[in-house]
Nanobody, 126 residues
C-alpha cells in the first residue's frame, strides 16, 4: 500500500532554498505520477508541480517556474522538490500526492491524486 511521507520543510529567509522529499514506505512509488501541492493559511490548495512515473515529464505552476525543480529517484522510492529563490508567498503546508491513473510518460497538475501525505510546513520569513 502506498504511504507517502513528506520531509524537508522548515523556516528559511527570502531568497533561500529548501529541498522537500516525498518518500513511500510501501516501496511502490514508481507506479505513480507524483504531484506536489501547497495550501497557505486561509487559501485554497494549489498544485505546484508534478512528475511522470518515468521521470521524463514534469509540469509546474506559473508561480514557481524557474525557481522550483521536481525530480524522482525510483530506486530510493523518493520524489524531491528543490525550491530556490523562495519568497514569503511560498509559505504554506506542502503535500505530495500520487496519481495512479496517469500514463507512464505524463503527469497532469489536475489529475486524480488519490493518495496524500500529511504535509510539511514551509515558512519563508526574515
Amino acid at each position: 500500500q502506498l504511504q507517502l511521507v513528506e520531509s524537508g520543510g522548515g523556516l528559511v529567509q527570502p531568497g533561500g532554498s529548501l529541498r522537500l522529499s516525498c518518500a513511500d514506505s510501501g516501496f511502490i512509488l514508481d507506479y505513480y505520477a507524483i504531484g506536489w501541492f501547497r495550501q497557505a493559511l486561509g487559501k485554497e490548495r494549489e498544485a505546484v508541480s508534478c512528475i511522470s512515473r518515468n521521470g521524463i515529464s514534469t509540469n509546474y505552476a506559473d508561480s514557481v517556474k524557474g525557481r522550483f525543480t521536481i525530480s524522482r529517484d525510483n530506486n530510493k522510492k523518493t520524489v524531491y522538490l528543490q525550491m530556490n529563490s523562495l519568497k514569503p508567498e511560498d509559505t504554506a503546508l506542502y503535500y505530495c500526492a500520487a496519481d495512479p491513473y496517469a500514463v507512464r510518460t505524463m503527469c497532469d497538475l489536475t489529475g486524480e491524486y488519490t493518495f496524500w501525505g500529511q504535509g510539511t510546513q514551509v515558512t519563508v520569513s526574515s
